[in-house]
């Protein structure tokens, strides 16, 4: 078995091996990403089932009670400065080791990482 040190490949660490290798063309960068970015809302598709039904609340189930699983599902909605949104998801198997926190930024970088692309594509729109 080989030792070998696997290349940082988060956005920062691509960011700064693109600056350190002296690439200067137009490109989508962290900052403009993070720029872009105007709201984030965080739930639980729990959340979604009870918080948002007016009135009596009617789940159809095939069987089972599942609402400790929809507490699992955490879900991301990202607002870009157009108005248009990306969502991200984060699900944990097992109750005990959920945690809120962790489930928000694992479903925020889910998110974000649907911006690159969109922004990626504009970009190439604006340089054609």
């Keep these: 078995m080989h030792n ?10 691509v960011e ?6 002296g690439l200067t ?14 709201e984030c809302y ?13 009135g009596p609340k009617e789940v159809v189930t095939r069987g089972g009670n599942h ?3 929809l507490s699992l599902l955490t ?8 108005g248009f949104t990306v969502t991200g998801e984060s699900a944990c198997a097992s109750p005990e080791n959920f945690d ?13 990482n649907k911006i690159w692309p969109l922004m990626g594509y504009a970009l190439k729109e604006k340089l054609a």
Aim: aromatic share 8%.
């Design 42 to 54: 965080y739930f639980t598709a729990e959340d979604g089932l009870f918080g948002s039904l007016p």
């Design 100 to 112: 809120a926190e962790i489930g928000r930024k694992i479903a925020f970088e889910n998110a974000k």
């Design 25 to 38: 063309a137009p490109r989508v960068t962290p900052q403009d990403l993070s720029d872009n970015i105007t």
């Design 75 to 82: 879900f991301c909605v990202i607002v870009l400065r157009n």
């Design 16 to 21: 700064q091996l693109i600056k350190a290798k």
């Design 4 to 13: 070998a040190t696997s290349p940082a490949t988060g956005d920062d660490a």
């Design 67 to 69: 609402s400790v699983s």
